[in-house]
């Protein structure tokens, strides 16, 4: 057989699964495994081909229940993968097949967190408080004295991503639609023009505009009165995600880069010191730097002049997503725990109450095996 993309697919038993039997309720296919049966995802080792790609897709058994990947990290064995990202909708992740450096039968395992019932993220400033989306849900908190989430009208669609300052809304996407809040007080969602390719993360301040990417293209709006998308100069790799507040540019990344855009105008990326980590998330407002993190690791640079990353106290969780303006710190959130960090000197996580809904969430660990050549 000659070399090829491996596809697999992820069935979920939504109405039986709990913590303890994810070995019996979740089970792996795929068009290229060796087994090539179904199987049980902690015995599951899929076939892949060098510089070739691998897609999962999550559905429920039922055939009904909503079923999202809410993350897929390598975890171990020989480094495969690389560029692990949401795919086209909130049950589809991707990665690539490194080309260089492995043998026929090298093995790496990784970890997918399944979970029902839509994905979870978070934005904001950080200095206010967070916003956080489940499904077509969407809650704010305006203060952390008062520590208190509300919640707003229903988004136009099952959301895949979320951007915004938090002073008066946010901004949300899926596929390529995007629909953006600019008032609590009217709680009304308006719908832009289609972006000019499907979106894999948004950032912006919710105020102007929204800055998107897909792959290494990245687009722009600045304008709501306008609705119009221009595109800016292709970054130097395929994006894993996006931060800033879009006011000139953006923050992106892939692996431990990271590159970032001040002017439109003079349209050019430059790119900044490696990060410590191979990162899994960032945020940042462009104009001083970049908060990332990876695992419960978080590190910050907040000058491009001195293009040093400083390391804070480690989360007490393994974050599950970032948000803030990277001013004095970020806010992080693990299923419904969210904590911030109110000032870098200080360096110390703050509970934040609970998100007022909550995935059910479940981490399963299967493995890859390399395929040098294209045959079995």
Known sequence: MSAKDTNVTVTVDTAAINSGNTNTTVVFSDDLGDPLS?????NYVSTVYKNKKITWTAIALNGTTPVFFQD????????????LRRGDGINKYTAKIKSNGFSDGDEESYSITIGLAGYEGIAGNNE????????????FMNSYQ??????????????EGVAGENTHGAIVYAGSQVAYM??????????????????????GDNAHGV???????????????????????????DIEGIAGENTAGAIVYSGNQVAYMNSYQNNVWQTVAPAPFDIEGIAGNNSHGVVAYAGSQVAYMNSYANNTWNSVANAPFVIEG??????????????????????????LWTDVAPMPFNTQTFTVDPKIRMKADGTR
């Open 128 to 139: 206010y408080g967070p916003i956080a989306y489940l499904g077509n849900k969407v809650a």
């Open 146 to 159: 008062n520590n208190v989430w509300q919640v707003v009208s229903d988004a136009p669609f099952e959301i």
């Open 211 to 237: 800055i998107a990417y897909s792959g290494n293209r990245v687009a722009y709006m600045n304008s709501y009165a306008e609705n119009v998308w221009h595109e800016v100069a292709k970054a130097p790799f």
């Open 38 to 42: 179904p199987g049980d995802p902690a």
């Open 72 to 83: 897929v990290k390598a975890d171990g064995g020989s480094k495969i993968l690389k560029d």
């Open 182 to 203: 600019n008032s609590y007080q009217n709680n009304v969602w308006q719908l832009l023009s289609p972006a000019p390719f499907e979106i894999e993360g948004i950032a």
């Open 322 to 347: 970032i948000a803030g303006n990277n001013s004095k710190g970020p806010i992080i959130f693990y299923g419904p725990q969210v904590k911030h960090m109110s000032s870098y000197a200080a360096n």
